[in-house]
């Protein structure tokens, strides 16, 4: 099911800011308040909306290093994976994790405070998983990084 102009209206909007008032969106798209409430509600109820969320500085909060690892394996059992996923969702350093096509099995972005608490991640993410390769990428400069999707 698709949305029509106005939907993708809305969802641009709090895209861009969550805490916009439902005035000033309701505004924006030429819709009553209730007409707007009812809507935003429709695209939470059928999953366009998952949640509302504040999105954090890393470098404010002392995570200075971005941090992409590359992940291979020769197992691919649904005990391994189950434990694979348990172990990286325990992690709160870890903020994305990607089964892969191609050469490489697993992709995960985390932030951390350096290298230091980088080794710390490595050591915890090995200690109770076997892997056949993992290395890292380390973020030099961040060119572009949005949690906003084209509508």
Request: with cysteine; charged share 25%; net charge neutral.
């Amino acid at each position: 099911m698709g949305i029509d102009l106005i939907d993708g209206a809305i969802l641009r909007i709090l895209q861009q800011d969550c805490t916009t008032a439902l005035e000033d969106i309701s505004e924006r798209v030429n819709l009553s308040r209730n007409a707007c409430w009812r809507r935003i509600k429709m695209l939470e109820d059928r999953g366009f909306i998952r949640k509302r969320v504040a999105l954090m500085d890393p470098e404010t909060l002392g995570l200075g290093l971005q941090v992409f690892i590359q992940i291979k394996t020769a197992q691919h059992s649904s005990d391994w994976a189950k434990k694979f996923a348990q172990i990286t969702q325990s992690i709160p350093e870890i903020t994305a994790v990607h089964r892969m096509s191609g050469d490489l099995d697993y992709l995960i972005h985390a932030w951390v405070r350096d290298m230091k608490a980088y080794d710390h991640l490595y050591q915890r993410l090995t200690k109770n998983i076997n892997f056949s390769d993992v290395s890292a990428s380390f973020v030099m400069e961040e060119i572009k990084s949005t949690t906003e999707l084209p509508i």
